[in-house]
């Protein structure tokens, strides 16, 4: 988020000194931000984490749901090999990329509904699109986890994007990129705040914006 953004950044994180360092960070360069701890994966707090919003602010404009995991922590991606598919990998994948979407939506729509300008923005993957994974001279590592995973949250999104149409929430799915995190040790091809702008650009698009799924891997995005 850029400093001169006029917003207030509300940084979720599992841990309250990693969202707090996040938001320090921000604070820094001129931007306004405070931290919540929230698991997408605990019901209780994702409840949690929206009551404080609430408490603290009242509504929230813009909802970036942005947690997503590879594979669990310390597994390897020998455990999502069709072959030999741990299918309880597979679902503590799915628990983070897809479900905790829709926990966390749910959890937030009631404030999303009080904003003049509502926004939801999924962060998605290239290796969830069908066009990719089915081309011959795609190298991406197969993935029966992750990657369903995210070609479901691009569905779910578009879902969405028609259900929430008429309240007039506006719904996208930004792929920021490979973006280098400490989940990957790092060996993304773009920094997290390169990923973040992506989101960001798309969570403040006019209200008569574009809706569906959009790639700035492929250019510029339209605004």
Same mark, same amino acid.
């Given at each position: 988020m850029?400093?001169?953004?006029?917003?207030? =950044?509300? =940084?979720?994180?599992?841990?309250?000194?990693?969202?707090?360092?996040?938001?320090?960070? +921000?604070?820094?360069?001129?931007? /306004?931000?405070?931290? =919540? =701890? +929230? /698991?997408?994966?605990? %019901?209780?707090s994702v409840a949690a984490a929206a009551d404080e919003v609430k408490r603290r602010f009242g509504r929230l404009d813009a909802l970036v749901n942005n947690a997503g995991i590879a594979a669990t922590p310390g597994v390897s991606f020998a455990a999502?090999? %069709?072959?030999?598919?741990?299918v309880n990998e597979i679902r503590s994948v799915f628990e983070t990329n897809f479900f905790g979407v829709i926990s966390v939506t749910a959890a937030f729509l009631p404030l999303l509904r009080l904003s003049n300008t509502p926004r939801i923005v999924n962060v998605s993957s290239v290796a969830g699109s069908l066009a990719a994974v089915s081309d011959p001279a795609n190298t991406d590592p197969i993935a029966a986890g992750y990657a369903p995973s995210k070609t479901a949250l691009t569905s779910l999104t578009l879902q969405y994007a028609k259900g929430l149409s008429p309240e007039g929430i506006l719904v996208n799915a930004v792929c920021p990129g490979f973006v280098a995190t400490d989940l990957n040790g790092f060996r993304g091809t773009r920094t997290p705040e390169q990923g973040a702008r992506a989101a960001v650009r798309m969570a403040a698009i006019p209200a008569n914006g574009p809706t569906g799924t959009f790639s700035d891997e492929d250019g510029p995005l339209p605004w």
């Open positions: 850029p400093a001169t953004s006029p917003h207030t =950044v509300v =940084v979720a994180a599992r841990s309250a000194d990693a969202g707090e360092r996040a938001a320090a960070e +921000l604070r820094t360069e001129g931007g /306004d931000a405070v931290a =919540v =701890v +929230l /698991d997408v994966t605990d %019901p209780a999502q090999q %069709p072959g030999s598919a741990d």
